[in-house]
């Protein structure tokens, strides 16, 4: 999530598709097993499979604000780090949202369809540009955060599935003809090998 999702949410543009939206209205509905958002095929969009509630009875809602926590804090330092706000008010509120989304979504309290109202997540990033660099630096610090927290195993798989899946709907700018690369769990330090060695030259010029 960027500096968009960070500032109060405001109501869907008229006609905006649920290509766009988790939901239309009320709380995100989490079940017993995986569900599938179809594919959309004229924005070469695969199908979602939105996480089970086992990923909320695994991690817990402690643990998955801590994934959140960690994983935009090593965003700040990457090529990416301009999206967030600085100002670090506003950028712990944002981060606090997005945690609220991630914990509602896995299953845990509908804290932010209650505080936000649904989430629109394509429309919400218009404002910054993300093209499929960004994705795959946004997914390998996600992956670093995955052991920086200790999430566990046995559900890692299932919300990467997801969040990776996710991430492509985020994409406004296509820098490419080929459509944005899948990246499974398995293999994906290997795979998103460039984006890490990229945030790591940009990390020893800091310094």
Known sequence: MTASDFDSASPAPAGESNTDCHAASGPMEVGDEVRWKPASTGLEFPAVPFPSRRVFEVAGA??????????????????????????????????????????????????????????????????????????????????????DVGFPDEVREEYWNWVESLSIRVINRRTMRAAPRRIPLAGAATELADALALQRRVAAVAV
């Open 62 to 147: 402690s643990l998955l604000r801590a994934l959140v926590r960690r994983h935009h804090q090593r965003l700040l330092n990457t090529p990416i780090g301009h999206l967030f706000p600085k100002d670090p008010a506003r950028f712990a509120a944002g981060v606090e949202k997005t945690a609220d989304f991630i914990v509602e979504a896995t299953g845990g309290p509908a804290l932010f369809t209650a505080n936000h109202g649904h989430t629109c997540m394509r429309s919400r990033h218009f404002p910054f540009t993300i093209d499929e660099l960004a994705r795959e630096i946004w997914l390998a610090q996600l992956l670093s955060a995955f052991d």
